[in-house]
């Protein structure tokens, strides 16, 4: 099994930013990947952005290119989502999942409000 949680949601201001954190624990060797969803009121969830865990490659959603940079640290078992320039239609909980063989474990969500 593998656990994650979710940190540093909360609410901004337009045009600001910050970065989200996810820690993983338990049987997280043979790691595929790990990255970020979102889900607005009303809306299903989305994706956001993904890195490979051994590569490092990346891959974004076109609403978040070049605002949001997903970063992993493999010794903390820890993917970042630095998110900068934030806009009112960014106000979603954001979840982050891992993937491991045939497996994707979901966290628990953290909530990310802008303010215009």
């Known amino acids: 099994q593998v656990q994650l949680v979710e940190s540093g949601g909360g609410l901004v201001q337009a045009g600001g930013s910050l970065r989200l954190s996810c820690a993983a624990s338990?049987?997280?060797?043979?790691?595929?990947?790990m990255g970020w969803y979102r889900q607005a009121p009303g809306k299903e969830r989305e994706f956001v952005a993904v890195?490979?865990?051994?590569?490092?490659?990346?891959n974004y959603a076109d609403s978040v290119k070049g605002r949001f940079t997903i970063s992993r640290d493999n010794a903390k078992n820890t993917v970042y989502l630095q998110m900068n320039g934030l806009k009112p239609e960014d106000t979603a909980i954001y979840y982050c999942n891992l993937r491991r063989l045939s497996t994707t474990y979901w966290g628990q969500g953290t909530q990310v409000t802008v303010s215009s």
């Open positions: 890195i490979n865990w051994s590569s490092g490659s990346t």
């Open positions: 338990g049987r997280t060797f043979s790691t595929l990947d």
